[in-house]
Nanobody, 116 residues
Framework: QVQLVESGGGLVQPGGSLRLSCAVSGSIFSFSAMNWYRQAPGKERELVAGIPTGGFPRYADSVKGRFTISRDIALKTVSLQMNSLKAEDTAVYYC??????????WGKGTLVTVSS
């Protein structure tokens, strides 16, 4: 069974920083992509950042220049460094991985609240 566990969420003031981490465990040993999504209250889930295997990171326009995604395939972790946070970044952030076999896995999410 594959599990994804996010950590690092919390309350931060506008302009502050947070680092989210996601640890993947279980029977998954190859990835086609590792991603971070978010869902704000009343809105649909959206892709924030992702890294396809063998490709380059991609970001939503709203976070370009502020967020950085990184991964360690060997350790099966993916992280999201979030700087210059804004109130509109408030959301539940979900880790997502796609296996080379086409399986799609999700974490339970971690809440990020940006407020003064």
């Amino acid at each position: 069974q594959v599990q994804l566990v996010e950590s690092g969420g919390g309350l931060v003031q506008p302009g502050g920083s947070l680092r989210l981490s996601c640890a993947v465990s279980g029977s998954i040993f190859s990835f086609s992509a590792m991603n971070w999504y978010r869902q704000a209250p009343g809105k649909e889930r959206e892709l924030v950042a992702g890294i396809p295997t063998g490709g380059f990171p991609r970001y939503a326009d709203s976070v370009k220049g502020r967020f950085t995604i990184s991964r360690d395939i060997a350790l099966k972790t993916v992280s999201l460094q979030m700087n210059s946070l804004k109130a509109e970044d408030t959301a539940v952030y979900y880790c997502n991985v796609l296996s080379n076999r086409g399986m799609n896995y999700w974490g339970k999410g971690t809440l990020v609240t940006v407020s003064s």
